[in-house]
Nanobody, 124 residues
Framework: QVQLGESGGGLVQAGGSLRLSCTAS????????VGWFRQAPGTEREFVAA????????WYQDSVKGRFTVSADSTKNTVFLQMNSLKPEDLAVYYC?????????????????WGQGTQVTVSS
């Protein structure tokens, strides 16, 4: 049974930083694409970033480019999302996803496994 766990969320002032972590049990990220998504209240889940843990290729939503960085540590089987210059509109529950089926990495339907999410709150 594959389980994903996110951590690192919290409350931060606008302009601050947080680093989210996603760790897998029962599987390895080393040959997978891992995505980060977020869902704000009353909205649909949206893509944030993804990393191909084999090639190192990364993808970002336009609104987070230059502020967020996705990375992977294969020795710890963990994927990180470093979030800098946070804005109130970044407030959401952040989810990591793995078990990539193939296709566009920015679509939720291309992942088999999901974590429970971690809350990120940004105060203005």
């Amino acid at each position: 049974q594959v389980q994903l766990g996110e951590s690192g969320g919290g409350l931060v002032q606008a302009g601050g930083s947080l680093r989210l972590s996603c760790t897998a049990s029962g599987s390895t990220f080393s040959r997978d694409v891992v995505g980060w998504f977020r869902q704000a209240p009353g909205t649909e889940r949206e893509f944030v970033a993804a990393i191909d843990c084999i090639s190192g290729n990364v993808w970002y939503q336009d609104s987070v480019k230059g502020r967020f960085t996705v990375s992977a540590d294969s020795t710890k089987n963990t994927v990180f999302l470093q979030m800098n210059s946070l804005k109130p509109e970044d407030l959401a529950v952040y989810y990591c996803a793995a078990g990539y089926f193939g296709g566009a990495p920015n679509r939720p339907g291309t992942y088999k496994y999901w974590g429970q999410g971690t809350q990120v709150t940004v105060s203005s």
